[in-house]
């Protein structure tokens, strides 16, 4: 299995513009969690999926921000608008929940809004 | 509110000497503990856990202490090798749920 994979692995954007963050998940996990790596907070988690719904968005920072789970191996997050706060690097993790699992993470992607 | 914090936010270690790195956390219905590790540019790599019916656990060179009382773990890297060199991060997970909450992370260097 390639792991998770994540597109684009660096995206530079003006403030203003929409951005789209993509993830596959490993084949067979069923929890999906997108995180958001900053300096002060580390690894904040933004909102996670199980079995394609979501569960939990208590972490999505705005109403600029959305996430959706159309299928078991593919996901997206959207900001619209983005703006410089934004700048962040974005993990999507997954696991499959039976007991205890490690989520296995993707490479990332590096958010850059200018 | 960081429910899970480490407090260092680096770390330097001679190679072949001990690393020890630290974690608290404030909730209590934590009952599941990662430690993961990071390379630059990379997604972070799961390293070892521990449950909170224990107090230990090993995995080779990797040692994990859980004191419940104190809501304190440390992970123990001995002896440190220069491909330690990375950050790590603690997470804790509450029983029946799925979510990791993540710590700052602390960056460790294994000076040669």
């Known amino acids: 299995d390639a792991g998770v994979i994540q597109s684009p692995r660096h995206e530079v954007t003006e403030m203003g513009q929409e951005v789209t963050l993509r993830c596959k998940p490993i084949?067979?996990?069923?929890?999906l969690f997108w995180y958001r790596q900053t300096m002060m907070r580390g690894l904040e988690l933004l909102i996670y999926f199980n079995n394609n719904v979501p569960i939990d968005d208590s972490g999505m920072p705005e109403d600029r921000f959305s996430a959706k789970m159309p299928n078991a191996s593919f996901s997206t997050l959207k900001i619209q608008p983005s703006e410089p706060r934004d700048s962040a690097v974005y993990f999507c993790?997954?696991?499959?929940?039976?007991?205890?699992?490690?989520?296995?993470f993707g490479q990332g992607t590096r958010l850059t809004v200018v | 509110d960081q429910q899970v914090k480490q407090n260092s936010p680096s770390l330097s270690v001679q190679e072949g000497r001990i690393s020890i790195l630290n974690c608290d956390y404030t909730n209590s219905m934590f009952d599941y503990f990662l430690w993961y590790k990071k390379y630059p540019a990379e997604g972070p790599t799961f390293l070892i856990s521990?449950?909170?019916?224990?107090d230990k656990n090993e995995d080779g060179r990797f040692t994990v202490f859980l004191n419940k009382s104190a809501k304190h773990l440390s992970l123990h890297i001995v002896p440190s090798q220069p491909g330690d060199s990375a950050v790590y991060f603690c997470?804790?997970?509450?029983?029946?749920?799925?979510?990791?909450?993540f710590g700052q992370g602390t960056r460790l260097t294994i000076n040669p």
């Open positions: 084949s067979g996990h069923n929890s």
């Open positions: 997470a804790a997970m509450e029983k029946g749920a799925q979510k990791l909450v």
């Open positions: 521990i449950s909170s019916i224990k």
């Open positions: 993790a997954s696991s499959f929940f039976l007991g205890r699992a490690e989520a296995f």
